[in-house]
Each structure stands twice: as structure tokens, then as C-alpha cells.
């Protein structure tokens, strides 16, 4: 008998839930209910199942059977209004349906109160439908979510790490000072030495002040002076525009920015100023949003892997209720540096020129 | 005693059960719930809301609580993957999601295919969980998704009319056709006559074949011409910087585009050429996307009404819950034309020219 592992006939192994779904034109979850809750099912459909199944002779598992059917198979997710949503959540909650539906689950959502995340909301939905857990985006300083969640036994994991206090729970992030710090290195080896920070008020966002961090932390590394070449604005391009001004002032060659809004403010008052972003001064934003692409230049910026956050959050959540009392883990993933046409090697004269001398 | 209406105290009239939830401190559907399937609610919730009920003398009406018993409050809409995600929308799922909990409904996502909605996803979710109906988005010519739903007796309501074919069940639409021809109104007021529309390919979208149909009666109301007027791109930046060049050669002196990507790939062919958006040419885009506000010079451009787009859907939606045999709603909503600086009056000379010099 040839040996042939990757094609398993239904006489090369026993069948599997997947294999009998993909037979049946139907999802996994599907067969599970056909097994577990048939009278949920509509009698064609679970016609057709019960057909796979005998044509392939499948027989589940029992543990896999209890303990599907302790389950809704929805995970709940709050969603914030309009206004206060940010393409980075959205492009998160893409991903996130996407991962949550290759495990057989689905996403509930509710509707997050203007002005963050509150408990009613976690609270009504634990009242009125059955969810297996949480996902949490948004974490922030104080967030109450993960100590009240954690106290009623509720598995969930976050899309950001605790900010202050102790770390509760499971959650995935994304390494903020890693991607700023790869920014400082690529300015740097182009031959930039004034480089700026654009970025959040100090204290006002966890996140910002971890992107922050990074470059201050490549800076010195560099020998490099990070005085007086910080500015803070809330996260509107209005308000950077005024923000970045001392930093050009200031003779910086780069500018790091803590997100693309910020960047595009840092663009506008180039641009007043009858300079060019890329070819006068380097811009490098962050979240690297649709707009980085189509500006022109085209904006470099550090990526956050969305796609995987989200498979990372299902799998940690599903993990946690499988297992309600393992050790959390903790993920921080690597960011990446898009580098586009808004980062060159600034003028020679102004490489040359010391620090010491602005 | 004083005329108090606007301050009804709980002895100015009976309570309701808005009252009730306010007093408790949970939602309308919470105290709902504590009524008929008071199972559902954790015992402290369920004490808080009995303490508000006999507090407020609160009486049920029995009517509401048989209508509300049969309905698992959920609503499925199915959501595409990243690639295939348009901002318009994920700020109508946002606006969903707030209808929806505005009335004591969440949102159940499902992950479309990419490529476009099948209608296995739809047959999944309700073999595995109880959804009262459906939204749609993104219906296009020969959807089927609407028939099968139909035929099915499953509630459902478009964000989208049905595109060929006669019209089946509830949908909730933007007048597209009005915009553009919205967008000619305005250009013509300032002296434009030379308009031009960089569309989508001719068919391949029922939205893009009305957009171009608004601008088109619009050009003939005003006996302007349409012919050599019209090109043709994909929704990609780098088709449209391509697709709009024989416009331009043809002395368009504004072009009015399909969407916020096509007006970009416009804005960065003028700029190729020398020219600039706004002053040389008027630019207008279709969706008011983020983007529109802060390019330079912001483009102005058709915004859709997604805030009531979300409630006129949940609305039908739940009349059609409630009735399932009553005749079908349709509402075309009017979008807006949100003027910025990519729109000016044409050079003097250029709107002195007649067309037949051209």
C-alpha cells in the first residue's frame, strides 16, 4: 500500500468532524449540533449531515461532545460609537469575526457608551444572552473591565495590556516601543540624528505613552538628545499642526509620530511652510491606516499585525475556558516598519551638521 | 396642584418600563428579561430590578411580555473580510449596533467569504443559533441572498435595494443618483460646464451604475454634454490615475467620481500634471470617508446618512419581526454633498469657452 499522508482517504484513518462538514457542504459547528442539539437544527440540513456522517462512518468523541455542549459559541465584544471608533478597531473586529468563525465561534457585539467602555454593558449582556467570554479592545489606565470580569469568573481576553496596577488576566498586544524604536533605527542608519517625537499628552493613553518609550529608549542607545525634541497633542490633525511646530523650529530632520493623525498635521505644516514631508523632513507615522498609502508622499508607518491579534485572541480565550484556572499568558507582538516615500536620508549639510549647533 | 408634564413623578403617571431600568440602573431589555425569563438574569440583578419594580409599582403589559418572549433579540449580519471592507461600511455596522441596542437588540457577526456573500454563511448561523432576522449589506445584481431568506420566511431587511430583478422583501437605500446629480447642481451654480464622471466599469455595480445615472440626467437637464464625459476604472487608485487622463485631455474642468478613491487617483494625476485640485480642477468624491477631510485640498464629497441608514434598518427590520405579512417597506434616503476647497468656480476663461470649441 503506497504511502500517502497527505491525501487520507475515508479508509486511510477515521473520519474526522471537519472531514464529515466538508462532505455535508456544511461548518464544523454544524456537525456538532447535528450531534449534540439536532433539534436546533432544520430538518434538511440535519437530513444531510446525518447522510455525511453514515457515508463516512464517523463516531465523536465523547469528552469533545460534553464539552460542546456547555457552550453558546458566541463571544462577546463591545463596540464603540462612530465618532471614538478608529480604523484600527474596525480593521481588528475584521479579523477577529474571521478567527472567531474558523473555531466555530461567533462574535456578539453591543454597543459601547461615547466617552469608553463601561460595565453596564458587560453587564446587561451577561443578563440577557449566553456568552462564553469576552473580548476586550481599547484597555486603558484604571480599566475596571478585566478585575470585574476576572471576579465573576468570566473568561475574556484583551486586546491591549493592563496599564497600570497588576496584570489581570489574558491578553494580546502589540509591542508600541518596539515599532518606534525600529523607526529611530532606520532614520539613523539613513543618517538622521535630530529625530523627533510627535505624540500623545504624557499620561493620557497607555499606548502612546509606550510608543513614546521606544524612541526615547533608541535615541539614547544612539547617544542621541530626546530635550526638547518631544511635543504632545491630543490625537487631531488641527492640534498637531501647531504641536510640531517648536519640533521644525527646533531643526528636527524627522519626525516620529504616534499615529498617522498626527503625522498628517506634521505634513500640513510642512507644506504651510513651503517644505515637502520625505524630501525636507522624514515623517514615520503609526497604525499605518488606508490613508498612509494613498498620501503623496506615501506615509511610512509602523503596522500592527491585526490579523494576527485576532487569531491570538481567539485562541487565548478559548484556551482560558477550556482551562478557567491555568496560568495567564500574555502575548506582545512585533509591529512592523512600512517604509515608504515620506522617509529619506536628509541633506547632507544638515547630517553634517552637529546637534550641538541648533 | 401644578401642571407638571414635563417632570412626571412616579404618581404623575403609571410607570413604565424605561422607568423601571433607570431606576435600577440596567437596560429596558434587562427588566424585560427579569419578567419573563427571569432565569436568564444573575440573582443580584434580578433582586435590583425586583426592588425598582415594586418600588415603582410597575405593572407589565401582557401583550408586550407574550410578543417579547418568543425573540432571542438577536440580529445577524454577516461581515466581509479585511481586504474586501469598505470604511462606509464599517461605520454602518457601527450605527447597527447602536439601533440595535437602542432598541434592545445586539448584533450577531457572521464572517462573509471573501468574494462576496454566500448564502452558506446565512444557513450556518441559523442552524446554530436563534436570530430573530437579518441585515444585509453589500447587495448587489443577482443577489440571492433575499429570495432564500423569503422563501424561508426568515425576517431580514437590505442596506441596499435589490439590484435587477423585482424588488423582494424590506430595504433601506442612499439615493446615490441624487447626489451626483446633487454634485452637477453645485458645479454648475459656480460656472462649470465641462463635468466629467470617473466611474466604476459600466455593470459591474448597481450603486456605481446610478451614481453615474444622477450625474448623466443631471448633464442632460442642463443641455450639457455627456459624450467622451464619462471613463471608466476600477476602485483602485493607480486604475483611476489612468482611467481620468482622457477626461482631462478633453478639458474637463470637474470631475465628479464614484467614490473617495477614484476623486484620489484624480487628485494625483493633476498633481503629475502640474496641476492642482481645486484651483485648476474641480474634484468631487462619493462616501465623505475620513480621508476627504484631511487631504490637502480636502475633497469634497457625497456623504451617505449611515446614522439613519442603521435605525430606518432596525426599524423595518422589527415591523417586519412583528408582522411578517404586511407589505414591504422601501425607503431611499438623500444623501449630501458636503462642499470643501477641491471645488472652486472654473478659470473665467474656461467657463467663457463653449463646449463645441472642445
Same mark, same amino acid.
Given at each position: 500500500m503506497p504511502r500517502s499522508s497527505?491525501?487520507?482517504?475515508?479508509?486511510?484513518?477515521?473520519?474526522?468532524?471537519?472531514?464529515?462538514?466538508?462532505?455535508?457542504?456544511? /461548518?464544523?459547528?454544524?456537525? /456538532?449540533?447535528?450531534?449534540?442539539?439536532?433539534?436546533?437544527?432544520?430538518?434538511?440540513? $440535519?437530513?444531510?449531515?446525518?447522510?455525511?456522517?453514515?457515508?463516512?462512518?464517523?463516531?465523536? /468523541?465523547?469528552?469533545?461532545?460534553?464539552?460542546?455542549?456547555?457552550? /453558546?459559541?458566541?463571544?462577546?465584544?463591545?463596540?464603540?460609537?462612530?465618532?471614538?471608533?478608529?480604523?484600527?478597531?474596525?480593521? #481588528?473586529?475584521?479579523?477577529?469575526?474571521?478567527?472567531?468563525?474558523?473555531?466555530?465561534?461567533?462574535?456578539? $457585539? #453591543?454597543?459601547?457608551?461615547?466617552?469608553?467602555?463601561?460595565?453596564?454593558?458587560?453587564?446587561?449582556? $451577561?443578563?440577557?444572552?449566553?456568552?462564553?467570554? #469576552?473580548?476586550?479592545?481599547?484597555?486603558?489606565?484604571?480599566?475596571?473591565?478585566?478585575?470585574?470580569?476576572?471576579?465573576?469568573?468570566?473568561p475574556f481576553v484583551g486586546f491591549g495590556r493592563m496599564w497600570s496596577g497588576r496584570q489581570i488576566g489574558d491578553w494580546v498586544d502589540v509591542d508600541g516601543a518596539s515599532g518606534t524604536d525600529a523607526a529611530v533605527e532606520h532614520l539613523v542608519s539613513l543618517g538622521h540624528r535630530r529625530i523627533a517625537f510627535l505624540g500623545w499628552e504624557r499620561g493620557s493613553s497607555g499606548a502612546g505613552d509606550d510608543r513614546a518609550e521606544g524612541w526615547q529608549r533608541a535615541m539614547r542607545r544612539h547617544g542621541l538628545p530626546t530635550r526638547g525634541r518631544r511635543a504632545q497633542s491630543v490625537n487631531d490633525i488641527d492640534a498637531a499642526r501647531t504641536a510640531v511646530k517648536p519640533l521644525l523650529d527646533a531643526g528636527a530632520t524627522a519626525v516620529i509620530a504616534a499615529s498617522d493623525m498626527l503625522a498628517l498635521g506634521c505634513y500640513q505644516t510642512l507644506r504651510e511652510r513651503g517644505a515637502a514631508p520625505g524630501r525636507d523632513v522624514a515623517v514615520v507615522g503609526f497604525d499605518d491606516s488606508p490613508t498612509a498609502e494613498i498620501l503623496s508622499p506615501a506615509l511610512a508607518s509602523v503596522a500592527q499585525p491585526l490579523e494576527e491579534v485576532g487569531r491570538q485572541c481567539v485562541r487565548l480565550l478559548l484556551a482560558r475556558i477550556a482551562a478557567p484556572d491555568a496560568a495567564p499568558e500574555r502575548l506582545l507582538l512585533e509591529p512592523s516598519l512600512i517604509v515608504r516615500d515620506s522617509v529619506r536620508a536628509p541633506d547632507s549639510s544638515d547630517a553634517a551638521e552637529s546637534d550641538l549647533a541648533k
Open positions: 497527505k491525501n487520507s482517504s475515508a479508509k486511510g484513518g477515521p473520519a474526522t468532524l471537519a472531514m464529515v462538514a466538508r462532505r455535508a457542504g456544511v /461548518s464544523p459547528q454544524t456537525v /456538532s449540533n447535528a450531534i449534540n442539539s439536532p433539534d436546533m437544527l432544520r430538518p434538511e440540513t $440535519l437530513e444531510r449531515v446525518h447522510r455525511a456522517i453514515n457515508e463516512m462512518g464517523y463516531r465523536p /468523541s465523547r469528552a469533545a461532545q460534553t464539552l460542546r455542549t456547555r457552550s /453558546s459559541k458566541l463571544i462577546g465584544y463591545g463596540i464603540q460609537p462612530t465618532p471614538a471608533s478608529s480604523p484600527v478597531l474596525d480593521r #481588528f473586529l475584521h479579523a477577529l469575526s474571521q478567527a472567531a468563525d474558523d473555531a466555530g465561534y461567533r462574535i456578539l $457585539l #453591543f454597543a459601547s457608551p461615547p466617552g469608553g467602555p463601561t460595565l453596564q454593558g458587560y453587564e446587561d449582556l $451577561l443578563d440577557q444572552h449566553e456568552v462564553d467570554g #469576552f473580548v476586550l479592545s481599547g484597555t486603558e489606565r484604571g480599566d475596571p473591565r478585566q478585575a470585574w470580569l476576572a471576579k465573576r469568573g468570566v
